[in-house]
C-alpha cells in the first residue's frame, strides 16, 4: 500500500482521537501538534530465508510512554483498512 495513503488514513484517525481526548487521558499528548510524522513500509528478512511485509507508523508529540493511543491506531488500521503496522509515538 502507498504511504501517502496510510498517512492520510493515520491523520483521519487523529482527527477521531482528538474529539475522544477522555479516551487517551493517561497517554502525554500534546493534541495541538499531534501528527503523523511518517510511515516506512518494506520487506523483514529473516535468517531463515522467511520475509514478511512491514509497516510502521511514526507519530509526533506524544509520549514513547503512550500505551492507549498506538495501540487504538493500530487496531483501527486492521480493522478498517486491513493494514497490519507497528505503531510508534515520539515527542
Known sequence: MDPQNIIGYVETLLAEARGQQQRFQSDPINW??????????????????????VTLVFIEEASPSCDELPRWIREELKSRWGIDAEVRTEW
Request: proline fraction near 0%; hydrophobic fraction near 20%; include cysteine.
Open 32 to 53: 495541538g501538534s499531534l501528527c503523523c510524522a511518517s510511515v516506512v513500509t518494506g520487506q523483514e528478512h529473516y535468517t531463515t530465508g522467511r520475509s514478511e511485509e
